[in-house]
């Protein structure tokens, strides 16, 4: 069993270091200047999705940005120049691309994090970050337990890892550029759990 999960976790971090050299520097970036612009970020995402946008949002509330989850009961509401980062591996999720679309009319800017950077969302999004599920080609065998590409498990789980570790490089940058220091991060944890 160990030796599954072993290689299981190895086959997804090859995956993901492979996906990470096709990252562009300039997408992430731009991404990066429009959260440091932002009077309020919001993530959302379906899935996977939403809870790595979940996480994405812990750790810019850490950087002292003010950071909301879509759906919240306690997430405010969206104004101009506010930012939402929206989360799908297609492109298509429904609610992804109809919020989106909402958070255009209020004035918000919108970044897409997506595979398909041609989809709707990516048709509506002010900036798009691609980020790939698999390399293409690449086989799982361990993985393939949850399907082969054709399944939407075993993509959904490549793109939210892919996704996850974007995210958390991202942040590392965000903390330079915002000057933080690691006490100022942890005084910001929760500490009522």
């Known amino acids: 069993m160990a030796e599954r999960v072993r290689k299981t976790m190895e086959e997804m971090a090859l995956n993901a270091i492979e996906i990470s050299k096709n990252l562009s520097d300039q997408d992430a970036r731009i991404m990066e200047d429009l959260l440091l612009k932002a009077g309020k970020i919001y993530t959302m995402g379906v899935g996977h999705s939403g809870l790595v946008g979940k996480i994405f949002a812990m750790k810019l509330m850490h950087l ?3 950071s909301y989850v879509v759906g919240d009961v306690t997430t405010p509401g969206l104004r101009k120049r506010d930012v939402v980062v929206a989360i799908s591996q297609s492109g298509e999720t429904t609610s992804v691309v109809a919020l989106s679309k909402k958070a255009k009319k209020l004035g918000g ?4 994090i997506t595979a398909c950077p041609r989809s709707s969302l990516g ?5 798009i970050v691609k980020i790939e599920a698999k390399v293409p ?8 337990t949850l399907g082969d590409e054709e399944h939407a498990n075993l993509s959904g789980a490549l793109f939210g890892i892919n996704s996850f570790l974007f995210f958390y490089g991202l942040i590392c ?3 330079l550029r915002a000057k933080q220091t690691p006490g100022q ?3 910001r944890h929760a500490n009522i759990e």
Do not use: C, E, N, R
């Open 137 to 144: 080609g690449k086989k799982f065998p361990t993985l393939s």
């Open 64 to 66: 002292g940005l003010a």
């Open 123 to 127: 048709g509506i999004a002010d900036h």
């Open 173 to 175: 940058d965000l903390v």
């Open 109 to 112: 800017k919108v970044i897409a």
């Open 185 to 187: 991060i942890d005084s």
